[in-house]
């Protein structure tokens, strides 16, 4: 099925901003589901709110378009209810760290099987270019008009250590090891989370004279490595793309299953 | 018959709402009885006050706490001292001889028995302190048959605590017996 | 005696009720006086091959229970005050989405973390308008396990009949209290299942169109048809629109749907109310206090009645004042500062003879409470 045949084309051209990264993501999505051959029936996109949420609304899947921050909590009740569909969760930093973010490591600590695609911005878009918790120490934003002073998350880190089996980064300048990490974590038995730094240039990289989406996206390539590369052994400052984490664990549904047969006595 | 008002007391851990409970179901499941069952809850698990409210009639009951008890059962002497004025004059106030140690300055009629005594001796166990109660009360009110609590013990306990709590159950309603000769 | 008589809590009651109504999906997060329901729903459900989470907070927990209806499942989570109140934005979603849902509430003393362990009934208001934006809700309640039983059956067939979020808002009391109940056979109660579409695959199902009876068809997550579901307004397709015109159509739809619909949804009990000169109006543990006077008034010949609400939202209006047409006074019998009464006093025709009897002081009111008010009422003196 061509990638097209994936897509609500009534609604395009999308509303996100000229040069945003988020239709990278968006493109990318659809060549990996394109490539794993998914039913469109068997897949349900759940999204928050924000720039990122809206991603959902141009897929050809079951579509939920949530609540700030709620997007996981919905997506859990879908896949433990009819474990057969694939379930995946775009979310913006704001939706997935800050409002959304005890929900996050809750269904990483459960390692229900769905896909959490971080959509990195480090903005506020859509309210127009407040700091998120993942706009980093020293930044610009509409409420950090002084500087930011606040630390930012490391998702990776984060995901890791709330018990997210598959955890990777990537960026929209890496367009094809986008397409093939989504992929690997649509496959993946358990929690996976998949950071990709999305470049926003009208609301980030304005205030923070990152330039236009040329230059934000040439920042990803020269201000990224793959992990254990040469290139991150000689600029141990810049940050790392990759798989980091994946392992099998048991997973909840299946576990599920287990508790239903102990029940019953059987 | 007489709307039978039982309030429970004593501390957390004793097991008073334990019996409440049994006597109460037994009174609705086996005797054709209406019973509700009430108790009031602290925060802590284990320690603080006890309270429980078991009504048994054989009408409707609507409103379901207990606030003049035909029966009180204080099983610590701080239970005792908050609860004894509110019992009806001329009821049952019954006391553990071991664990309430002050007189009685109400109307009421006194049943103090050794049931921690008793099942320490006899038994053991101070855990089946509260069917030791139960054993009294049922001898004591005729609200359900021995036999009724007798099968809810065995429906509703591990199969390895039935031979305990039913010896208990005997007890106290033979100490009941010697007490009103 | 037979195992369908049970002696048991009312929790457990409303567990067993939702799992006789079909519930399979429950998920909650603990609190006092609701937990035992989530207990009792991680023994039952997976027995019946449902599924029970227990959630991260409350917020979480109303979120995963609308994401599964979706799936076409009937679906319940249970709280209390302050757990209710994180719900509000959930419930919101789900009266704008439009998905069944039943929310039980066991009510304690408030407001913030209040009185947890003892009784109340401040959350009528927050049922009613909790969630921002208009809408309309339905909520019900009871006084006694039978009624426990039956409206939690019936708060899931208001759910998927006018696909709405229900609220059965019970209270520490009743939720609490143990007393005698048959649990009915299978059949004995009606059950409304879940209206799917007959929309076949391959044409075009929209899944906000209510049909000429007001209904709206669902599609189950995961079948054929594949469609939008959003918060913000939206089409009939349920994709996001800002057209007025739309916009209107829909809050009329989502409020007119239940508004047009309230005496299908009327449940009440009347108890001596032909005669009645003076008559209680009460709902929850209340109402078993306003029965007991009333039962033990009527022995001395005294012409009292009783009006037991069991739906409070939309408020029985009709009810109320056909019932109060002809008694001397109204006395409104809740464990609040009035919320019932003013509804009371809105619905009837002389809103000065409607008197509130009420106690905030976590403990249940007692009908020498009720009585010393019908005393002062008629100017004798407590």
Redesign the interface.
């Known amino acids: 099925m061509p990638a097209r045949d994936y897509i609500r084309e009534r609604f395009f051209p999308h509303m996100w901003c000229p040069g945003c990264g988020h239709g990278i993501v968006l493109n990318a999505l659809l060549r990996a589901v394109e490539a794993l051959g998914l039913d469109k029936k068997n897949i349900v996109m759940v999204s928050g709110i924000g720039c990122s949420a809206r991603i959902s609304g141009y897929v050809d899947f079951h579509s939920m378009h949530t609540l700030h921050g709620r997007a996981l909590a919905f997506a859990t009740g879908i896949k433990i209810s009819k474990p057969s569909l694939n379930v995946i969760v775009p979310m913006g930093d704001g939706d997935a760290m800050a409002i959304g973010g005890n929900h996050f490591i809750h269904a990483a600590r459960r390692n229900i099987e769905m896909t959490a695609i971080v959509m990195n911005n480090r903005i506020y878009g859509m309210t127009g270019g407040q700091s998120s918790p993942l706009s980093g120490y020293g930044t610009m934003g509409t409420t950090a008009p002084y500087g930011n002073i606040d630390h930012g998350f490391n998702t990776v880190d984060l995901a890791s250590s709330a018990g997210a089996t598959f955890v990777a980064r990537t960026t929209t300048y890496h367009a094809r090891e986008l397409a093939d990490f989504i992929q690997q974590a649509i496959s993946h038995q358990g929690f996976s989370v998949l950071e990709v730094l999305s470049q926003c240039p009208t609301q980030f990289g304005r205030r923070n004279k990152a330039g236009d989406a040329p230059e934000m996206l040439e920042s990803y390539r020269t201000g990224t490595a793959r992990i254990d590369s040469k290139k991150k052994r000689e600029n141990p400052d810049l940050i790392e793309r990759g798989i980091f984490v994946q392992k099998e664990l048991p997973e909840y549904c299946r576990e599920y299953e287990r508790i239903i047969s102990k029940a019953r006595g059987e | 018959m007489e709307k039978c008002r039982f309030l429970f007391s004593g501390s957390g851990g004793q097991g008073v709402i334990t019996s409440a409970i049994l006597l109460a179901e037994a009174a609705a499941r086996y005797e054709g009885l209406n019973a509700v069952q009430s108790q009031s809850y602290g925060a802590a698990a284990r320690g603080g006050a006890a309270r429980s409210d078991v009504i048994i009639w054989d009408q409707p009951i609507y409103f379901p706490k207990v606030l003049q008890p035909n029966i009180l059962i204080c099983l610590t002497q701080e239970a005792f001292d908050t609860y004894q004025t509110t019992i009806r004059p001329g009821g049952y106030l019954v006391t553990d001889a071991d664990l309430v140690k002050k007189p009685a300055f109400v109307d009421a009629q006194r049943v103090e028995l050794p049931f921690h005594q008793s099942v320490m001796e006899q038994i053991g166990k101070p855990v089946v302190l509260n069917i030791c109660l139960l054993g009294t009360l049922v001898e004591l009110t005729g609200l359900v048959r021995i036999e009724s609590v007798k099968e809810l013990i065995r429906e509703r306990f591990d199969p390895s605590f039935h031979d305990i709590n039913l010896q208990a159950l005997d007890l106290g309603a033979q100490l009941l017996k010697a007490h009103k000769k | ?1 037979s195992d369908a ?3 048991i809590q009312g929790n457990v009651v409303c567990a067993e009720a939702a799992v006789y109504a079909g519930v ?2 429950f ?1 909650g997060y603990p609190i ?2 609701s937990t035992e329901i989530a207990e009792h729903m991680s ?1 039952r459900l ?2 019946v ?1 449902g ?1 029970f ?1 227990q ?3 409350e ?3 109303l ?11 009937k ?1 319940m989570t249970a709280t209390s005050g302050p757990g209710f109140s994180l719900m509000q ?2 419930l919101g ?1 789900a009266v704008m989405t439009e998905i069944p849902c039943v929310i039980v509430n066991v009510m304690r003393g408030g407001p913030s973390t209040g009185l ?2 003892h009784v109340g009934q401040g959350d009528v208001m927050q049922a009613r308008y909790g969630a921002h934006g208009d809408h309309a809700i339905i909520a019900v309640t009871a006084s006694n396990h039978a009624d426990i039983f039956r409206m939690t059956v019936e708060a899931f067939n208001f759910a998927e009949t006018y696909r709405t979020p229900v609220i059965l808002l019970l209270d520490e ?1 009743i939720g ?5 109940i048959r649990i009915p056979e299978p059949g004995e109660i009606p059950l409304v299942g879940r209206l799917r579409t007959a929309v076949a695959h391959g044409v075009d199902y929209h899944p906000y169109l209510p049909r000429e009876d007001g209904r709206l068809p669902m599609s ?5 048809h ?7 307004y939206h089409d009939m397709w349920g ?2 629109t800002e057209k007025p015109e739309v916009v209107y159509g829909l809050i009329r739809h989502l409020v007119d749907k239940i508004d047009h619909n309230s005496e299908k949804m009327t449940r009440f009990r009347k108890y001596h109310t032909k005669d009645a000169e003076t008559l209680f109006i009460s709902y929850g543990a209340a109402a ?2 306003a ?2 006077l009333v ?1 033990n008034r009527r022995k001395r010949g005294e012409r009292i009645g009783l009006l037991e609400l069991n739906t409070l939202w939309p408020f029985p209006a009709d009810i109320v004042r056909e019932t109060s047409r002809n008694v001397n006074f109204v006395l409104v019998v809740e464990m609040n500062m009035g919320q019932i009464t003013r509804e009371v006093k809105l619905a009837v025709e002389n809103p000065r003879k409607v008197y509130l009897a009420n106690r905030v002081d976590g403990e ?1 009111i ?2 020498t409470d009720i009585q010393n008010i019908v005393r002062l009422i008629q100017g004798r003196g407590v």
Do not use: Q, W
């Open positions: 005696m008589v049970k002696f399979r999906m998920a006092t006086p023994v997976p027995r091959g599924k989470l959630m991260e907070d917020i979480s927990s979120c995963a229970v609308i994401g599964a209806s979706l799936t076409g499942h679906t934005e959930a979603y947890p362990t009391v609490h209290l143990r007393e005698k189950d997550f995961g079948d054929v594949r469609y939008n579901v959003t918060g913000l994709f996001p078993r206090s029965l007991h039962e249940l007692t009908p």
